[in-house]
């Protein structure tokens, strides 16, 4: 499996910003698609995970704020970010938990300045 994350950047407090994740290899609708992130001098937070077979999972810290979605027929999840806060900033990871393992694609940075 490989996960291919894009859609990062830098934007004003209360800004928006969409993050896409394209998944590759065997994927079922049950295995579950999920972003982390990692801010500055910190470990790594989930932020939001989503499968057919568990549903929907956000950390309090970005309820009502973030939205995750996903495309089963491109394999692809979304991440709609609205109302950023400077404490949103971090390396944004896509992971896919799988009966077969946990898989990272590569980080994309979200720069949140007040």
């Known amino acids: 499996v490989q996960l291919q994350a894009s859609g990062g950047g830098s934007v004003q407090a209360g800004g928006s910003l969409r993050l896409s994740c394209v998944a590759s290899?065997?994927?079922?609708?049950?295995?579950?698609l999920g972003w982390y992130r990692q801010p500055p001098g910190k470990q790594r937070e989930l932020v939001t995970t989503?499968?057919?077979?568990?549903?929907?999972r956000y950390a309090d810290s970005v309820k009502g704020r973030f939205t995750i979605s996903r495309d089963y027929s491109k394999n692809t999840v979304y991440l709609q970010m609205n109302s950023l806060k400077p404490e949103d900033t971090g390396v944004y990871s896509c992971?896919?938990?799988?009966?077969?393992?946990?898989?990272w694609g590569q980080g994309t940075l979200v720069t949140v300045s007040s």
């Open positions: 992971n896919a938990d799988t009966r077969n393992g946990a898989y």
């Open positions: 290899g065997k994927i079922f609708s049950f295995d579950t």
């Open positions: 989503i499968s057919s077979s568990s549903g929907i």
